[in-house]
Nanobody, 118 residues
Framework: VQLQASGGGLVQAGGSLRLSCAAS???????MAWFRQAPGKEREFVAA????????YFADSVKGRFTISRDNYKNTVHLQMNSLKPEDTAVYYC?????????????WGQGTQVTVSS
């Protein structure tokens, strides 16, 4: 499975962005997630969604502001980011895992830069 993230950009604080992750294979076989890495910091978990899309969970730092969704027919996953803050600035990565909720991710996409100005 190859993953391609897109949708990043520069936005003012309080604004919104929608990231997309397109997969070369059938995403329905995998749980999907988004991670991010800010300069000088370790990569951190942002959000995940089960294979069916019925279950999601989020990092506390984005809960209530971000939503994750998927379209298994189009093999895409989206991260809707609202009320963005400067601390959300990071490179965002999508990832796929065979076992939802595990710490192991089997495939990673390249990142897309999100920059939030104050």
């Amino acid at each position: 499975v190859q993953l391609q993230a897109s949708g990043g950009g520069l936005v003012q604080a309080g604004g919104s962005l929608r990231l997309s992750c397109a997969a070369s294979g059938h995403t329905g076989n995998y749980a999907m997630a988004w991670f991010r890495q800010a300069p000088g910091k370790e990569r951190e978990f942002v959000a995940a969604i089960s294979r069916s899309g019925l279950d999601t969970y989020f990092a506390d730092s984005v809960k209530g502001r971000f939503t994750i969704s998927r379209d298994n027919y189009k093999n895409t996953v989206h991260l809707q980011m609202n009320s963005l803050k400067p601390e959300d600035t990071a490179v965002y990565y999508c990832a796929a895992q065979k076992l939802y909720g595990s710490t192991k991710y089997d495939y990673w996409g390249q990142g897309t830069q999100v920059t939030v100005s104050s």
